[in-house]
């Protein structure tokens, strides 16, 4: 069960459970207003209270997140899932391909990652995608069980205590082999989906390095400084050697690799609750292992 739970020490004896709960836990005001209004959402000692209730030391004050956790529409659809990691607040899965992250309106009744699991977190679940993979990029997705852990964990995105480190299979060969893109991003008005690069869009960091080349192929490490749809592929069809079987910005080869070659194989974040360092990896998938 998602819950969080403080035992009032002297120095936070005397004030209010809204105080501690906002200065200490980071919990929302939006949050808390639907935690108030629940039967178990905050208990001291095992009773219901209320958020002006003053604390005194040694008071064990518990947050049940999951009773204030918004129903939702998606239906849970049963699909083998590759779970790399597991607690009461967040877990982290190896997404496979073709397989969209959340459904979508442009494909209506696709199967979806959320959907799955919703699916095997079982009735009443929330889940919240933090990291999202396009249909077509395989590894690490993180997903949060509550609104809350999901905030303190979009926060850490693209810091020091959350990076992501991918591995793509390039048509051709970077030079120099390392380096550092920095081109804006921005929607391209002649496509729903396409985005370009653009002087006047977003700010767009990619960093790379060159890890092996084969067959006028290269496996390229790609770390992303900021989050910007479609940003690595984009990126790296402007250096002139694009991601193999990408479709939408360099040339599709079904003969090569039914999708475009990406990967998200490493992963290092801080739990948002427990503080532990979380370090996962999840090996290159044989569809681009055939490439090279």
């Known amino acids: ?79 083998e899932l590759d779970i790399l990691f597991e607690d009461g607040h967040l877990l982290v899965v190896n997404k496979s391909a073709p397989l969209a992250s959340i459904p979508s309106s442009l494909v209506p009744g696709e199967p979806a990652l959320a959907a799955g699991l919703l699916h095997h977190l079982g009735e009443g679940a929330s889940v919240h995608l ?70 006047a869009g977003k700010a767009a960091v990619t960093d790379y390095r060159v890890l092996r080349e084969s067959g006028g192929f290269s496996l390229v490490e790609l770390t992303p400084r900021t989050g910007r749809t479609h940003q690595l592929r984009l990126h790296m069809a402007a250096t002139g050697c694009p991601l193999a079987g990408d479709w939408l910005y360099g040339t599709e080869d079904r003969a090569l690799i039914s999708r475009p070659a990406l990967h998200a194989a490493r992963m290092a974040l801080t739990h948002p609750v427990t503080g532990e360092a979380l370090s996962l990896e999840a090996p290159l998938p044989e569809d681009m292992r055939v490439l090279l």
């Open 1 to 79: 069960m998602a819950a969080l739970e403080l035992i009032v020490n002297r120095e936070q004896a005397g004030r209010t459970v809204k105080s501690l709960l906002k200065s200490e836990l980071g919990l929302s005001g939006t949050l808390l207003g639907r935690l108030k209004r629940t039967e178990t959402g905050l208990m001291v000692n095992g009773g219901r209270v209320f958020t002006t209730a003053v604390l005194r030391e040694g008071d064990r004050l518990r947050v049940d997140l999951a009773s204030a956790e918004k129903p939702t529409d998606l239906q849970p659809v049963p699909m």
């Open 130 to 199: 933090v990291n999202r993979l396009d249909r077509g990029t395989t590894g690490l997705l993180a997903a949060a069980k509550t609104s809350y852990v999901h905030e303190l964990l979009r926060r850490q995105l693209h810091t020091g205590d959350f990076q992501r480190v991918y591995l793509a299979v390039c048509i051709g060969v970077p030079k120099p082999a390392a380096g550092r893109i920095e081109l804006p991003i921005g929607r391209d008005p002649a496509s729903a989906i396409k985005r370009r690069i653009d002087p």
